[in-house]
């Protein structure tokens, strides 16, 4: 067990509509990163915060967005979706955003989205 | 072509065989170097992290760099059924931000009792 928890663990929704997975790092852990593993993909990196602030982004469509809570939680919301969008999602978390060093990331068990 | 390329396998050999791992790439300013462990249903779990070129053993795993040839690999000594996962190859640097890690496709492996 990493310590990060993702909620919910599996979802099924329609094509078009709008869902939110959340993320609660490990105690401590002031950056959570967003993923997206699909078979065809594999794991792509979507986007970073750091202690509430966008950080990094990488491969995130225009209709997915992410925040993070002053609590550090963090929620990855998809909209208008589509079936491409069936994949599994992860979140990891560490210790700190260091530009200058690297900070292990811990990934929690994912969520798994299936668009029909 | 991606960054990171890696043999998807499926990789099967007997149990006690020494399993060898690999990925290339092509972004030179790459600089982390890391192997991930993943069973199937399960997020990713870090085995090891190399900094630049260089070697790193822990246990039953070597992980080596070769940035001249931007080529990495993780050998697997004695190998175990609980071995059995795919693995996957990440890497990084610090002109993407430190933490964006750009993944392999991951390799299937089979360790056979």
């Known amino acids: 067990d990493s310590g990060v928890t993702q909620t919910p663990k599996h979802l099924i929704t329609a094509t078009g509509q709008r869902v939110t997975l959340r993320c609660s790092p490990r105690?401590?852990?002031?950056?959570v990163y967003w993923y997206q593993q699909s078979l065809d993909q594999g794991l792509q990196f979507l986007i970073q915060?750091?202690?509430?602030?966008?950080?990094a982004k990488g491969n995130i469509l225009e209709r997915f967005s992410a925040q993070q809570f002053p609590d550090l939680h963090s929620e990855l919301n998809l909209s208008s979706l589509e079936l491409g969008d069936s994949a599994l999602y992860f979140c990891?978390?560490?210790?700190?955003?260091?530009?200058?060093?690297?900070?292990?990331?811990?990934f929690g068990p994912g969520t798994r989205l299936t668009v029909l | 072509q991606k960054e990171v390329e890696q043999d998807p396998g499926p990789l099967s050999v007997p149990e006690g065989a020494i399993v060898s791992l690999n990925c290339t790439y092509s972004?030179?300013?790459?600089?982390?170097f890391m192997w991930y462990r993943q069973y199937s249903r399960k997020g990713p779990e870090l085995l090891m992290y190399?900094?630049?070129?260089g070697n790193k053993e822990d246990g039953r795993f070597t992980a080596q760099v070769d940035k001249s040839s931007k080529y990495i690999s993780l050998f697997i000594r004695d190998s175990q059924p609980s071995d059995s996962a795919t693995y996957l190859c990440?890497?990084?640097?610090?002109?993407?931000?430190?933490?964006?890690?750009?993944f392999g496709q991951g390799t299937r492996l089979t360790i056979n009792p």
């Open positions: 972004n030179s300013a790459f600089q982390y």
């Open positions: 915060y750091y202690n509430g602030e966008e950080r």
């Open positions: 190399t900094y630049s070129s």
């Open positions: 990440a890497m990084t640097s610090l002109i993407q931000g430190a933490q964006k890690l750009v």
């Open positions: 990891a978390s560490s210790v700190a955003y260091g530009p200058l060093t690297y900070n292990e990331q811990f």
């Open positions: 105690s401590g852990d002031l950056s």
